[in-house]
């Protein structure tokens, strides 16, 4: 049974930094699309990255471009999202997720199978 549990969360000035985590069991991973969603109150969730699991090909949402970058340790079973510049808008809960066939670059919630509960996050002014 796949699991994900996110763990990095806080609160935070606009302008810091937070690293996300998320630790994933249950099978192997091999050729999955791990990505990172968030989603603000009364808001849609929102992709924001993913990572091809084995080749590590990355891709990010234009609002966050340049400000975060996602990562995995395949050692460690862990996805990361190294959030750096963050802005008040960046505030909502982050979500790790996960789908296989990596080869297609999926950015819809709906494709994703396997879901983390979620960290939030909260960027003061």
């Known amino acids: 049974q796949v699991q994900l549990v996110e763990s990095g969360g806080g609160l935070v000035q606009a302008g810091g930094s937070l690293r996300l985590s998320c630790a994933a069991s249950?099978?192997?991973?091999?050729?999955?699309?791990m990505a990172w969603f968030r989603q603000a109150p009364g808001k849609e969730r929102e992709f924001v990255a993913r990572?091809?699991?084995?080749?590590?090909?990355?891709y990010y949402a234009d609002s966050v471009k340049g400000r975060f970058t996602i990562s995995r340790d395949n050692a460690k079973n862990t996805v990361y999202l190294q959030m750096n510049s963050l802005k008040p808008e960046d505030t909502a809960v982050y979500y790790c997720?996960?789908?296989?066939?990596?080869?297609?670059?999926?950015?819809?919630?709906?494709?994703?199978?396997?879901w983390g509960q979620g960290t939030q996050v909260t960027v003061s002014s």
């Open positions: 990572i091809n699991w084995t080749t590590g090909n990355t």
């Open positions: 249950g099978r192997t991973f091999s050729n999955y699309a």
């Open positions: 997720a996960a789908r296989p066939n990596a080869g297609l670059i999926i950015i819809s919630p709906h494709r994703y199978d396997y």
